[in-house]
């Protein structure tokens, strides 16, 4: 059983940064592709940065150049999130093949 455990949220100020850690354990030698998703309240849960198992990255065009995934190692890959604004307030959740965190809470005040 692959588990997916979300850190790092919190509450932040528009401009400010955080950095989301997503952990795996389970039955698995390492995350090899990996995204992040979140939910803002109201709608749809959507991709907001992927890491493929090639090494390379997408973003929603709404987070390019503020967001960044990387793999910090064989079973934790993190989302650092710089320039935040308001409208980034969600629950992001990771997501491993068919497996998916709980989330973690991101507040951006105005």
């Known amino acids: 059983q692959v588990q997916l455990v979300e850190s790092g949220g919190g509450l932040v100020q528009a401009g400010g940064s955080l950095r989301l850690s997503c952990a795996a354990s389970?039955?698995?030698?390492?995350?090899?592709?990996m995204g992040w998703y979140r939910q803002a309240p109201g709608k749809q849960r959507e991709l907001v940065a992927g890491?493929?198992?090639?090494?390379?990255t997408n973003y929603a065009d709404s987070v390019k150049g503020r967001f960044t995934i990387a793999r910090d190692n064989a079973d934790t890959v993190s989302l650092q999130m710089n320039s935040l604004k308001p409208e980034d307030t969600a629950v992001y959740y990771c997501?491993?093949?068919?497996?998916w965190g709980k989330g973690t809470l991101v507040t951006v005040s105005s």
């Open positions: 389970g039955m698995i030698s390492s995350i090899n592709a």
């Open positions: 890491l493929t198992s090639d090494g390379s």
């Open positions: 997501r491993f093949t068919v497996y």
